[in-house]
């Protein structure tokens, strides 16, 4: 299938022009990305970046996850886990997909700010849908610039107000006790623009045991300066309040998807309090060089009940069945740009530095009260972990774009990442010793890509790169050993990747195609995955190699097609052993699938969306099966759900209105949406809703 893939795009790239000058005019207007050295127009960047407008992904849509609207995006493997307690699954190119907790292996950044920590652990809990300007998604060798855990980076941007105020209130809800309620005011006055935003998102859950409520406050103010420069603030506010229904077995799966028997016996939730500001300053210093200053701070508490059995607690290394986690960070990233030529050929050259920093206190208690025999569950109990971690990094890096003729250019760069951990036990309790210990990691991350211009709608580019994967303090915090302290023999990965690629504006839309291998050595992976709670090793070597094709068409008439397709062989290159001493059972051999990743995904859309009046279409989102373990011996089934949708915009005098009615799996397929790889108990499965249904309205008034 893949040669046939591959084959059909270099056909379409190499066909005559006249082919194309049969169908209408493009009426695609040009996408322009953010890079490290400025915005840039998505065609001329060597490398796969996708933008998806935060209109596209609000339109007809509960506004809620952006696991809604950016199924335009190939390489990107994002699912609703149906499970607010653990954020969103998000991986690309294979990377990030063993995660149980958070995202991480994928770099995530609000309006400039990193929503990853240094240590690699990241959120996307804080983006707050009804004020997205545009999501960007960069995948390949380049993303190596943003530093550690950036197998690929996505970036999402809150809309700057315009003109006079503008108040907008929307609405949602659906099946299972869906609700939002959203407002916004916006609006800009001389040199000053701002924006402040509010959503409450709640629901019942599809499954048992999964009630959840979402507070996000979302602001953002800008000043022009009278020397031209610019400063942006920026700040926004996260509750979460969340039932955790865990996992399901084969047969539980089978018996009653919608079940959650064990998170209701010990009452699994999650809590989430989180505030954050920053500041963005730029000032052009003159036609050639401009300065950036970002500076950033933020606090995050969490609590986590997990369902750990009492009788497991009584070991005196044990860290409880509640996990506490108060976390103050903050960072700096400055950065200069300069235009000059070389050999009298446009030259531009980027340097920057950038430092986080993360505080993380780190207890645990017991998840009962009373006996072991007879206890009170899903309660806070005795004291049981209590440490002060640390994570810092100072990464200088540099990029250069050359256009060394009209029709070629080479682009170069590179960062020295370094990243410093350090732990303090402040729990040393009878055989609990002192677990205190700190470990450092650093590495170069070269890049490097020549484009190649063939026309003014048809370019090819070639990238390579060297990424860089520490563990995360997650991955860090329990050891496969059972003993007490952190993991630092847990060692970080490194990739090095190559990417060819091709970008056509042709028949009006674009077309983008992509062929990439990533080889990983000490790539990291779960040990063991027991009641929430999982441990982390290294397996050797890992090879992912792929495919990607996008197509984005949209007619005069205002029919758009929207087609991605990813296909992905991710696997172990040496075998490796779960457990010591290895047993049969828990020998992975080589050449076993990465579990967590689908081999296949494919989303099309087919719809009539004109800029005001009655709008309508249709969805298909398609995987193929995913392996739930490293031995390759369970897995999920593939899929494919449609949805339809409808609705009417309309704008008069200074008034805007949009409603829309949608319905998801319209034919009531039953499918695992996503898995908990390596589950300890089996509980690998996480079941998607059958059909289900949205209505909502928005209305807006610019005063």
């Given at each position: 299938m893949k040669r046939t893939l591959a084959a059909s795009a270099c056909l379409l790239f190499a066909a005559p022009p006249a082919v194309w000058a049969q169908v209408e005019a493009p009426t695609l207007s040009e996408v322009i990305v953010t890079t490290p050295r400025g915005?840039?127009?998505?065609?001329?960047?060597?490398?796969?970046?996708?933008?998806?407008?935060?209109?596209?992904?609000?339109?007809?849509?509960?506004?809620?996850?952006?696991?809604?609207?950016?199924?335009?995006?190939?390489?990107?493997?994002?699912?609703?886990?149906?499970?607010?307690?653990?954020?969103?699954?998000?991986?690309?190119?294979?990377?990030?997909?063993?995660?149980?907790?958070?995202?991480?292996?994928?770099?995530?950044?609000?309006?400039?700010?990193?929503?990853?920590?240094?240590?690699?652990?990241?959120?996307?809990s804080n983006i707050d849908i009804g004020s997205l300007d545009r999501v960007e998604v960069m995948r390949g060798p380049f993303s190596a610039l943003y530093g550690n855990s950036s197998g690929g980076v996505v970036q999402t941007f809150t809309e700057t107000g315009e003109g006079?105020?503008?108040?907008?209130?929307?609405?949602?809800?659906?099946?299972?006790?869906?609700?939002?309620?959203?407002?916004?005011?916006?609006?800009?006055?001389?040199?000053?623009?701002?924006?402040?935003?509010?959503?409450h998102f709640s629901t019942d859950g599809w499954r048992d045991h999964s009630e959840a409520q979402r507070n996000i406050v979302n602001g953002k103010m800008g000043f022009t300066l009278d020397d031209g420069s610019r400063l942006t603030l920026i700040a926004n506010s996260v509750n979460i309040n969340a039932q955790d229904p865990l996992g399901l077995t084969a047969d539980q799966y089978a018996l009653n998807p919608r079940s959650a028997a064990v998170a209701t016996q010990f009452n699994t939730r999650k809590t989430v309090d989180q505030t954050q500001g920053g500041l963005l300053y730029e000032r052009r210093i003159d036609s050639a060089n401009a300065l950036r200053l970002m500076l950033y701070?933020?606090?995050?508490?969490?609590?986590?009940?997990?369902?750990?059995?009492?009788?497991?607690?009584?070991?005196?290394?044990?860290?409880?069945g509640v996990i506490g986690l108060d976390r103050d960070y903050g960072g700096a990233d400055l950065r200069w740009t300069s235009q000059m030529t070389l050999a009298g050929r446009p030259f531009e050259l980027v340097a920057g530095l950038g430092y986080d920093d993360l505080r993380e206190h780190r207890t645990g208690y017991e998840n009962y009260i009373g006996s072991v025999a007879n206890p009170i569950l899903g309660v806070q109990g005795r004291l049981r972990r209590n440490e002060i971690n640390k994570v810092h990094d100072v990464d200088p890096y540099a990029q250069a774009n050359w256009k060394f003729a009209d029709q070629w250019t080479l682009e170069m760069g590179v960062r020295r990442s370094k990243v410093d951990f350090d732990s303090q036990d402040h729990y040393i309790v009878g055989a609990n010793r002192n677990d205190s210990g700190s470990a450092g990691y650093e590495k170069t991350l070269p890049v490097a890509s020549l484009r190649y211009e063939a026309s003014r709608d048809l370019a090819f580019y070639t990238s390579v790169g060297r990424g860089f994967e520490t563990p995360t303090l997650n991955e860090l915090s329990y050891r496969p050993d059972?003993?007490?302290?952190?993991?630092?023999?847990?060692?970080?990965?490194?990739?090095?990747?190559?990417?060819?690629?091709?970008?056509?504006?042709?028949?009006?839309?674009?077309?983008?195609?992509?062929?990439?291998?990533?080889?990983?050595?000490?790539?990291?992976?779960?040990?063991?995955?027991?009641?929430?709670?999982?441990?982390?090793q290294n397996a050797g070597r890992t090879k992912r190699e792929g495919f990607e094709l996008a197509w984005q068409?949209?007619?005069?008439?205002?029919?758009?097609?929207?087609?991605?397709?990813?296909?992905?062989?991710?696997?172990?290159?040496?075998?490796?052993?779960?457990?010591?001493?290895?047993?049969?059972?828990?020998?992975?051999?080589?050449?076993?699938?990465?579990?967590?990743?689908?081999?296949?995904?494919?989303?099309?859309?087919?719809?009539?969306?004109?800029?005001?009046?009655?709008?309508?279409?249709?969805?298909?989102?398609?995987?193929s099966s995913i392996e739930a373990n490293d031995r390759n011996t369970v897995s999920a089934p593939g899929y494919g759900v449609v949805a339809l949708f409808a609705g009417y915009l309309k704008r008069w005098d200074r008034w805007e209105f949009n409603a829309f009615a949608r319905i998801d799996n319209l034919f009531d397929k039953r499918y695992i949406g996503s898995v908990i790889v390596n589950e300890g108990n089996a509980r690998y499965f996480e079941p998607a809703p059958g059909r289900n249904w949205t209505v909502g309205m928005s209305g807006a008034y610019r005063f």
């Open positions: 915005p840039a127009p998505a065609f001329d960047v060597a490398g796969s970046v996708d933008r998806v407008e935060g209109e596209d992904i609000r339109e007809s849509r509960l506004g809620v996850n952006l696991s809604e609207g950016l199924g335009p995006v190939p390489g990107l493997q994002i699912q609703n886990r149906q499970n607010y307690a653990q954020d969103l699954q998000l991986s690309i190119r294979g990377f990030g997909a063993r995660s149980t907790f958070g995202v991480r292996g994928v770099r995530l950044y609000v309006d400039g700010i990193p929503a990853t920590m240094p240590d690699g652990q990241g959120q996307t006079p105020p503008r108040l907008g209130f929307s609405m949602a809800g659906g099946s299972f006790g869906t609700s939002r309620i959203s407002s916004q005011v916006s609006g800009s006055s001389g040199a000053v623009d701002y924006l402040l935003s509010g959503s701070t933020g606090e995050r508490k969490t609590t986590q009940f997990q369902a750990i059995p009492p009788s497991a607690q009584l070991s005196p290394t044990s860290a409880g059972g003993q007490s302290g952190l993991n630092f023999a847990l060692q970080p990965a490194t990739n090095d990747s190559v990417e060819v690629g091709a970008k056509a504006r042709l028949a009006g839309g674009l077309l983008t195609a992509a062929v990439f291998e990533t080889r990983t050595d000490d790539e990291i992976v779960t040990a063991t995955n027991v009641g929430g709670r999982a441990t982390f068409h949209q007619t005069e008439n205002h029919w758009r097609t929207q087609v991605a397709y990813t296909w992905l062989d991710a696997r172990y290159s040496d075998p490796f052993c779960g457990t010591v001493p290895c047993t049969a059972s828990s020998f992975v051999p080589a050449g076993n699938r990465i579990p967590g990743i689908a081999s296949q995904m494919l989303f099309a859309s087919y719809g009539w969306v004109p800029p005001e009046g009655w709008r309508a279409g249709t969805e298909l989102r398609a995987a």
